[in-house]
């Protein structure tokens, strides 16, 4: 799936994320980068307000747990476990989040947990920046199972 092809399914299967002008600008096994406008989602300070940019960061985790496991098995189901945020500065800019995950032996421990039980668990970091200026840390754990 590209990532204009995940864009629609996102839009078709999680209908807030159209609502949210959230959009894809990278969609692969190892990097996923979504994107939002600050207007649709600002708060009473006009800067993004922190649900928007929770619900970005969690959803960009899932999209690179969806990258990965779609590839073993397209029935999969995928939920978030837990997470925790860091709000770091105000954003009065359109923002992004981008996920990314290299370590092939995670990959492969993943992997193999969720062939041996029907189930596994992925921890991942999430991260809000520009111009190398974090101003959003997550970490989520997904949970994914037949």
Excluded at 49 to 71: E, P, Q, R, Y
Excluded at 72 to 89: L, M, R, T, W
Excluded at 130 to 142: I, L, P, R, T
Aim: net charge negative; hydrophobic share 40%.
């Amino acid at each position: 799936m590209n990532r204009q092809e995940f864009e629609q399914f996102l839009y078709d299967h999680i209908p807030i994320t159209e609502k949210m002008g959230f959009t894809v600008e990278e969609f692969t096994s190892t990097k996923v980068k979504l994107a939002a406008k600050l207007e649709p989602n600002t708060n009473h300070k006009a800067t993004a307000f922190g649900g928007s940019i929770n619900s970005l960061m969690t959803v960009c985790g899932w999209a690179m747990v969806f990258a990965n496991i779609k590839a073993v098995d397209e029935e999969a189901h995928i939920v978030i476990q837990k997470s925790n945020i860091n709000y770091k500065a105000p954003i009065d800019f359109d923002f992004s989040a981008e996920c990314e995950l290299y370590d092939e032996a995670e990959k492969e421990r993943f992997f193999q947990t969720y062939q041996k039980h029907n189930k596994a668990r992925l921890t991942l970091k999430v991260k809000c920046c520009k111009e190398n200026k974090v101003f959003a840390e997550y970490e989520g754990q997904y949970v994914v199972f037949k």
